[in-house]
Nanobody, 124 residues
Framework: VQLQAYGGGLVQAGGSLRLSCVPS????????MGWFRQAPGKDRQFVST????????DYADSVKGRFTISRDNAKNTVYLQMNSLKPEDTAVYYC??????????????????WGKGTLVTVSS
């Protein structure tokens, strides 16, 4: 089972993109889901997580107020709406699924599934 992230691309600073994450098979409606990113030459970092029900979300300080995570369990899809993009948001974005808590996911806990990433490039 794999997760696939879609929606990356090239955008100017101040622009918006929406990323989507879907599984290749099965359902992730009982998993907490998250988005992480890795910029060139840097470690992968936490961006945002959402609980299996969608009732609880968490964001990195660097994206709070600009990014919104959501999910549609009927469509088996998790989204990351990214607004007011900055050049420092440039990275490969990955989605992940875990049975662990959102705090566990935020602090580097092992994920049950990782997706293939999608590249987001923000030009200045």
């Amino acid at each position: 089972v794999q997760l696939q992230a879609y929606g990356g691309g090239l955008v100017q600073a101040g622009g918006s993109l929406r990323l989507s994450c879907v599984p290749s098979e099965g359902t992730f409606s009982t998993y907490n889901m998250g988005w992480f990113r890795q910029a060139p030459g840097k470690d992968r970092q936490f961006v945002s997580t959402i609980s299996w029900s969608g009732g609880t979300t968490d964001y990195a300080d660097s994206v709070k107020g600009r990014f919104t995570i959501s999910r549609d369990n009927a469509k088996n899809t998790v989204y990351l709406q990214m607004n007011s993009l900055k050049p420092e948001d440039t990275a490969v974005y990955y989605c992940a699924a875990a049975k662990g808590t959102l705090y566990y996911m935020r602090t580097g806990g092992a994920m049950d599934y990782w997706g293939k990433g999608t590249l987001v490039t923000v030009s200045s």
